[in-house]
């Protein structure tokens, strides 16, 4: 085999699929454009809203002769899903789709995603792949503090750990204290909840005196919301455990689109199940491998609902170069955070999770904040509400040094002038699932 010096030879048993996961990039992409074909021709045959939106585009799936032969096709985004509420976008009979979850979703409609017996496998099959990344094998407690229900992560998570063999302990997110008196009393070795609920547990942990060692935490599957190195960093030293970054969105599956290995280098994102591409999200043209954009994915064997070029908003880039670990599927850098979210203060691009590395780990503060958004004559302002440090003394003059020296130091590492606001211990809301980081108050009257 012709590899760089750097990758290991793949250790097969520390992967869940050796064969799927160390494909030569040439048989991955032989598998790609078969099940493209496919794909397409699916959802061309059996989604009436696809046949449509491909004549408008002028394609048909013959048009498809190799993998960048894509970008000729109509993107699908949030909208296609609301304006087809609940089922229209399903490509299989009612009765062949066995299970539905939706987004809450802010405004209007949720979001509604289906899927048939095989998808609820493949799922399982890609988190146990994913798990397996992380470190975690059949011998471990796992406990699952994602949310269940109509959010994809409890459930997705759950199958996926019973998939590999694990003892699962579906606890779902909320009341913090008895999650942690069960992972001390049950030994649980991987934690599954977002990073900010993490941050949570950790706290909880701490006042309720519950020593780190009590704690049998090795792995901690992290993900449904961006989150920072900082924040990594926090996690893995309060809670002793290796802090793996998963990736997904309900539309293309749930969690287990992608997740870190070991090696923390990047996400792999399952390419014998999805196609992966980076667009500019401006003029929605297919940018160079490496350049940073926004991310789209096309299902490639998804039954129930197959997507096809759905844009996440999700701003990352892919490599393509394989990981130290022998996987050779393409890794998807870290998601900074949506198109969406991106804020504009003072003419400079932001998104929450820059100014969330800044904050966690500054001595003085604690790592929990809140950014919100104002306008004062049509110009954008941010203010960002931070809490002090524990053990920090609580008056005014401790407040006030404290706000002067994080805005500082956003000025200096981010560029930004914005407001600080610190607070006492406890004061900033803490999160039960995926955190709110802005408030918005911008369309807010007075
Ligand atoms: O959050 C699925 C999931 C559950 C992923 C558990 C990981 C773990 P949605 O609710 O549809 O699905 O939200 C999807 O969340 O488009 C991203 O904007 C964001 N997101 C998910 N994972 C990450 C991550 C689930 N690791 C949306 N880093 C996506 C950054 C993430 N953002």
Redesign the pocket.
């Known amino acids: 085999m012709n590899r760089p010096a750097l990758i290991r030879e793949p250790d097969t048993t520390a992967l869940f699929d050796p064969k799927a996961e160390t494909m030569p990039r040439r048989d991955i992409a032989e598998l790609q454009l078969a099940r493209l074909k496919a794909t397409l021709q699916r959802a061309y045959d059996n989604v009436p809203h696809m046949r449509r939106r491909f004549a408008e585009t002028g394609v048909t799936p013959d048009h498809l002769k190799t993998l960048a032969d894509i970008r000729h096709f109509p993107f699908t985004g949030k909208a296609d899903l609301r304006d087809n509420y609940p089922f229209g976008l399903f490509a299989v009979p009612r009765e062949d789709v066995v299970r539905v979850h939706a987004?809450s979703g802010t405004t209007g409609k949720p979001?509604v995603v289906g899927y048939t017996a095989g998808d609820i496998a493949l799922w399982a099959d890609l988190i146990a792949r994913s798990l397996t990344g992380a470190g975690v094998t059949r011998h471990d407690i796992v406990h699952i503090a994602?949310g269940y229900g109509l959010?994809?992560?409890g459930l997705?998570?759950h199958y996926g750990a019973e998939a590999l063999g694990c003892m699962v302990v579906p606890v779902s997110g909320g009341m913090t204290e008895r999650q942690v008196t069960l992972m001390r009393d049950f030994g649980a070795n991987v934690l599954?909840c977002?990073p900010s609920y993490a941050l949570n547990i950790a706290e909880v942990t701490e006042s309720s005196g519950i020593a780190r060692n009590e704690l049998k935490l090795r792995v901690g599957?992290?993900?449904?919301?961006?989150?920072s190195e900082a924040m990594r960093h926090e996690l893995q030293t309060r809670l002793g455990l290796q802090a793996i970054?998963?990736?997904?969105?309900?539309?293309i599956l749930?969690?287990?689109?992608a997740c870190e290995c070991t090696e923390q280098a990047g996400?792999h994102g399952w390419e014998d199940h999805f196609l992966f591409e980076i667009v500019d999200p401006r003029t929605l043209e297919p940018l160079p491998r490496g350049e940073t954009g926004e991310l789209v994915i096309t299902t490639l064997t998804k039954e129930a609902l197959p997507m096809i070029r759905y844009r996440?908003?999700?701003i990352t880039r892919l490599v393509d170069e394989p990981c130290a670990c022998g996987r050779t599927h393409v890794r998807i850098m870290?998601?900074?955070?949506?198109d969406d979210d991106m804020m504009i203060i003072r003419g400079i691009n932001v998104y929450p999770?820059q100014v969330e590395a800044v904050l966690v780990g500054l001595p003085g503060i604690a790592p929990h904040y809140q950014l919100v958004l104002t306008r004062q004559q049509a110009l954008d302002q941010m203010t960002v509400e931070v809490e002090i440090a524990p053990e920090l003394p609580r008056d005014e003059a401790t407040l006030t040094r404290v706000s002067r020296e994080v805005q500082h130091r956003i000025k200096s590492t981010i560029g930004i002038s914005c407001g600080v606001v610190a607070k006492l211990p406890g004061e900033v809301p803490r999160s039960q699932g995926?955190a709110v980081r802005v408030k918005d108050q911008r369309h807010t009257p007075g």
């Open positions: 987004s979001i994602y959010f994809t992560g997705g998570a599954c977002t599957v992290f993900g449904a919301e961006p989150w970054d998963i990736y997904g969105l309900s539309e749930g969690p287990g689109v996400l996440t908003r999700d870290r998601v900074t955070g949506r999770s995926k």
